[in-house]
């Protein structure tokens, strides 16, 4: 009898110990998702990330035959809908919208029980739209320039309304404020339209504003925009400056996109990641993330992971230096 060479032998065993634990995977991820997949949302119904989220929600449900439920869990900055997925099932049946804001919350709300770049995995990027500098009417400013100027004349005399201590219209004004060398004071709401229905009212006199709460406004004349806050200026308003023309460097964007328990098979991100950049591709997909302040921006899960670790440093800077902290 030939003998069998040992080695071979031993990739042989460890070939059978490694192989169905990988066909387990596969076939695992080929039938995902046999029951409702749930996407957890840390902002409220009805804000544009929410409404991205179930946007993106029912175009998975109707190319993956199984519904994708929204859970709002709102508070703490998102970290509390944060902290339910890096806790749940690695199993990709709970899913978080999360992006810019929760890599602002990782380093406002320092003792959080999970870390936001150890303990999720990216799965896509959906959207990216700028934040827009708007001011009432009667502000005497009617460009950026001389916002500056009034600003530096006037120290501690603008008042910036934000959705809320710690989000990221806060911090495009915490930036502006740091690369202008101005004094502005921050005025924090419950959400960021309170804050304009008190820039309308003049009880504020400027906000750093997500898109789809301020674009009405802007249009019917009753708030002034002076600039957006991405690199690029924004197709719905292409007359509108960006903050960058005049701050060179300057930029602050809300991007959102899908987030898993870090141990997730990667079969199942591939998969979900796949389908979400070919939702992406549809030119009605783009109409209505455009209505949302959005830009659809399609990403490998490594690509919108580093995306979320540059976001995460960047804010990590203006908190130190506005020396921001958790209500």
Known sequence: MAKFPRRRL?????????LPPLLSRIVYAQSYPSRPVHIIVGLAAGSAADIMA????????????????????????????????ARA?????????????????????????????????PVASIASGPLVLVVNPSFPARTVPEFIEYAKANPGMINFGSAGIGTVAQM????????????????????????????????????????????????????RALAVTSKARYEALPDLPTIGDFLPGYEASFTVGLSAPKSV??????KLNKETNAILAEPSMKVRLAD???EPIAMSPADFGKL????????????????????
Do not use: C
């Not at 992006?99 to 999720?120: E, H, M, P, W």
């Not at 495009?172 to 924090?188: I, Q, W």
């Not at 804010?315 to 902290?325: L, Q």
């Open 10 to 18: 031993l990739h042989l065993v460890a070939g059978a110990t490694v």
């Open 54 to 85: 179930r946007l993106i929600g029912q175009s998975l449900s109707e190319r993956l035959g199984k519904p994708f439920v929204i859970e709002n869990r709102t508070g703490a900055g998102g970290s509390l809908a944060a902290e339910a997925v």
């Open 89 to 121: 099932s690695p199993d990709g049946y709970t899913l978080l919208l999360n992006g810019s804001q929760d890599a602002v919350t990782a380093t406002v709300y320092q003792k959080l029980n999970y870390n936001f770049i150890r303990d999720l995995a």
């Open 172 to 223: 495009a004004g915490e930036l502006f404020k740091a690369m202008a060398g101005v004094n502005l004071v921050h005025v924090p709401y419950k959400g960021m339209a309170q804050a304009l229905n008190d820039l309308l009212g003049g009880q504020v006199q400027a906000a750093f504003s997500t898109m789809p709460p301020a674009i009405g406004h802007i249009k019917s004349g009753r708030l």
């Open 265 to 270: 098979a990667v079969e199942i991100i591939e």
């Open 292 to 294: 949302l302040g959005g």
């Open 308 to 327: 979320l670790a540059d976001e995460a440093e960047k804010w990590a800077k203006v908190v130190r230096t506005a020396n921001i902290k958790p209500e």
